[in-house]
């Protein structure tokens, strides 16, 4: 083949219209994990969310604070300056700010001029996560969170990493959205051949999108055939559901068992990864993800084991999106992408971030006209 | 002096609009070098040719294959994927190209859309050289490729080398059209101080431009003097012709002798360089070289002497040009370049470069016009 | 705190529209320090200045020799060629420079082209300084030089210093003309609690911002009180005076003493500091520092303990600077700045530094025009 016909490239390009793809503006009005709640405590944590340079700290009191990282004098970065008490000391001049972000002394005057103050971002705990608001402040409403009450639930034994990813979050999603790669990408860890051509079922509301992936019989790779002592059996069912929550989370939930046995005496093995997403900028990003468990709760080798293997995996998929990432930087004038029906959730997803980026800056553009 | 007369710098910027410089496009239809026949095997080798991301396998049989370096799918690198007979099985979701390029399998389901695949470009073998096109693919006469026979040829013993080239491929031409740096850059290597004023011919010819320079008498620098036995001889003759073949091939042809002998009892050394230069991005190139010799043909420790002195003097051209590369980068408003006698066939070439450029840009505007 | 008010905002911006920042072109028409003058001689040095790539060398005369860094011919910088006696001998082809910039041969033909040449930039030597006029040379005035007679006075003990500062030179300037900053940035260095907030004159003179600050009675830091033998005094005295001297020099005096003594029996100390700022580019710069003091100026060890302590101190600004000039690579559609009444002389000197930029750029085109 030289080259597709000029039809169907002209066709392939008017479908990616629609879709985010990596130029697609951030989505701010929405909540995203800035930290794990482990990671913010006495300290000035700085860390680029959304393009925005934040500095997170707790209060005295256990508050999670997080504000602008620059003081308004001069753009010092406050993550380079002192921690005194609940407020921050710049370390450039000393202007004091509290933890509302106010500007609340200035050491070459007596009198600290008044409605100075660097923003202040809603921050709210949810079990190990951090939830951060970056968009109006108006629209920040803590209910919006998905909150993933499993994660901090005793019946769910967790594990949780961090990537900094080299890609942007759009292709991270998609990624998630469409696990036929399993069987190429991961071949050599998570994944088996049968997996990318197992049927499927869609569910495509706006904005929670859900792939249900049934995989039976199987043969397990071995990180769940160990862990779930279905090992070597060839009448495994690995049943995988892929929900899209929100442009900064997805979450994988996938069921084990033995599918010879009847089904009332089946033994059930539950993992539910909660894959996290927070841009950095557009072509990089914060990879959080808690992986968990329902069985073998206290079993610690095995939660190692487990983690261990799937971390090597989700590995994969970051070298692999970073390749991608610089492959779309030398992308020339000629390039357009090409969908399948297996791409319907992914598409879907994609199509959804867009129209939510394009609305905030039609709102923002209507605010300001 | 402050500065030239503004007449000469707007004299001198006049001269230079019609000569190739880095900013001039690549010129795409025309065969280049893509890798060493040997380079090319049972695996995926990724090259970035002329701006283009190529990967390059065999066939079971042999073939050499070149495909664009990008799934149709979703633009994941095939050069990160997996050879299977004659196909390639993308990394990503298991998309399966042929050889032609065409899309053959696509894993999530039964049929595979028709008429979808990646460009295969051209790719013949002549010798140690594998030779692509990466143009219009109705001009693609392999007929045209500025074949070596030479480089096969056992009267010539050769020897090859590459260099990855930090500067544009103009300049590297415009460096090899104008060998009075010999004297200078290579002064302490093949170079002479009498090279620079010796007489030379021109035969600028379109699109074959022939440089003859005759130094004689002179005193041979070691790497030749050695190798044919006339070191010390002051009445050494060294008779250089350079010409540019191609936008992708130069080719230095030297002759030695002792002049003090009579013309008919002289023994004559030949050498011959094929200096093949294939842009990877603006500023930079994939600098293959081929070297031979027609004497001593079965002398390998000489083989490698000269191998090894000779490539520490192209590595003088590659440091040098890299350094002039980064010079043109901090460029200033009131950069201008003169030009002098002896630079005639390397401006020639520059301007033939630039005509080339030119014409198929209006070639393709014309056709999308 | 959300936000500042946009009132607020959109005055802070409106604020900050006359003042220089890293975007505002450079100022010519000035001296600057190319080197110190112990760094230039029979050698080719390379040194970027104002965006400019500039070669230095001193003739066999030990005349300093400034010079662009750039063949005529095809922009081979000079710096990587040969210095034969008075001239360059470009590394490339041989072309050959008197230390005027005027080209004298060309190897490959026995005449030599007249009237081309490079510019030669004014270079003038006064004491360990080398200063260097890089813009119109008919205004190129060595009157204008802002001379520094102490530093090459013996009553003054020097060391000096020099820091590649990654930079703007606007910020630099900024930091020097408000030293509240020292009880800050360098409260384990050079500065005290009280210094930021002790009371302070101004003299704004058009092009001479000058601020003086009394600490008094203060307790020296470590650095100052060792070397006075005020250490532990809690009746010292810091006398600091700022002076904007010109786009290329800020000068810092500062005297000690002990303000428990009466008048005419004190024993006086007195430091200065040349703080040498030459552009590199627009976010990097030469920083050459002269420091020198009027007392025990042949005790080498205390000469090296105040060098260690004080360069150690500018080595803060330099990392401090660093980081704010990476948080304004990022800075965001929301970025202003807001000042206070510190800020006066460093506001007047940006406004300074931005009028002569605006001149500079408005009598150029006058002369194009």
Known sequence: MSLPSSNL???????SEPMANRETPFIYNEWYVAAFDDEVGRHLLARRLLGRRVVMYRTEAGEPVALEDRCAHR????????LQGDTIVCGY????????GDLIEVPSQKNCPRGIGVRRYPLVRQGPLLWIWLGEQALADPALIPHQAWIDDPAWACTSGYFHHPGNYVSLHENLMDLTHLSFLH???????????????????????TLIREVVPTTLSPV??????????????????SEFL???????????????????????FHIRTAHILTPETANSL???????????????????????????A????????????????????HHYEISVASDAPAVATRMYLKKRADAERLHTSRKVG
């Open 9 to 15: 490239i002209a066709h392939a390009r008017k479908a």
């Open 75 to 82: 753009s010092f970065p406050l993550s380079r300056s002192h």
């Open 93 to 100: 001049h000393g202007f004091r700010y509290d933890a509302a």
């Open 187 to 209: 071949a050599n860890t998570i994944g088996t051949p049968d997996y990318a051509s197992a049927p499927y079922k869609l569910d495509l509301k706006e904005g929670h999108y």
């Open 224 to 241: 769940w055939g160990k862990t779930t002592g279905l090992e070597g059996c060839a009448s495994a069912a690995r049943i995988a559901t």
């Open 246 to 268: 929100s442009p900064a989370l997805h979450r994988v939930s996938v069921t084990f068992y033995d599918s010879a046995q009847p089904a009332e005496q089946r033994q059930q």
């Open 286 to 312: 914060h990879y959080f993800i808690v992986h968990g468990r329902d069985f073998a709760q206290h079993d610690e080798a095995l939660g190692d084991y487990m983690h261990e293997q799937l971390f090597a």
């Open 314 to 333: 989700f590995n994969e998929d970051v070298e692999g999106l970073g390749a991608l990432e610089a492959a779309l930087d030398d992308r020339d004038d």
